[in-house]
């Protein structure tokens, strides 16, 4: 049962779950066709950062934040596509930069364990595309079930992943190999990603909640010297505000340069997405006794 300080708060887009004896919190994300990074569900999860900061220089509650997805079969699509397509119709250049922003805010947060040392997992049970993909590797662990299909989509557009890819991949993987990954547009699996680097622990289909608790177990055992070779890291390898934002205005800029064809290719992939969900909720509902 999850503790009183998170049940006041108020969250349509996020459900929540504390597992009191690893002082994990749970959020899984949903939305409807399929889980995106809507303003809403923005809000709500800078809403559970500032309760769980909060919460944590009264009481410590939370040591590990876990970030799943609410929707069978899908982690996320990433960016508001409804949004998006209205800003590059009426070249609202300073709307879209400030949605942006906001995403980067959040995985900025998740990357420096939202300065209160919490570690991050992002648990993907289902596909991560484009920005969906880039927030969980904004996250300080990875964990994915080995089936999923994960890439970036955005060159099939004339595109390209602005909401931090190539400084979390460059974390990961030589530069050489995020431009390949980048312009090739394809979905890799999992066991892909691990092979490359990208993803820290695979599990196998249905064990990823199971994967998560193992890590857990395992870190908090070393917690002090862990935290500090990951502050380490980001020492020796900074990422700022700064140079995600900068890069995010590159990507604002490239978006108002769009044409017709680009938008109606982006559309088919988002709605193929959209009806590859509503099979899978349709699969798993029809097994449910």
Known sequence: MIKSHFLNLELDELDLD???TRR???FYMKGEPVPCFTVTILKEINKLFDSIRQSNKALRQV??????SGQPGMYNLGGDLKLFRHCVATRDQDTLR???YSCLDLGYACTTMLE???TTIALIEGNALGGGLEAALSCNVVIAEKNVRLGFPEILFNLFPGMGAYTYLRHRIHVSEIEK???SGRNYTASEFHEMGIVDILADEGEGHLAVDDFIDNHSK???GRLAIHKAKLLSHPITLEELRNIADLWVESAMKLDDKSLRVMDRLFKAQIHRTASLIKGNLSKVP
């Open 98 to 100: 400030a949605y942006a």
């Open 63 to 68: 040591d590990y934040l876990v970030a799943a």
């Open 18 to 20: 504390y597992d009191r």
């Open 181 to 183: 990954l980048l312009i």
């Open 116 to 118: 209160q040392d919490v």
């Open 24 to 26: 994990a919190l749970w």
């Open 222 to 224: 070393q917690r002090n």
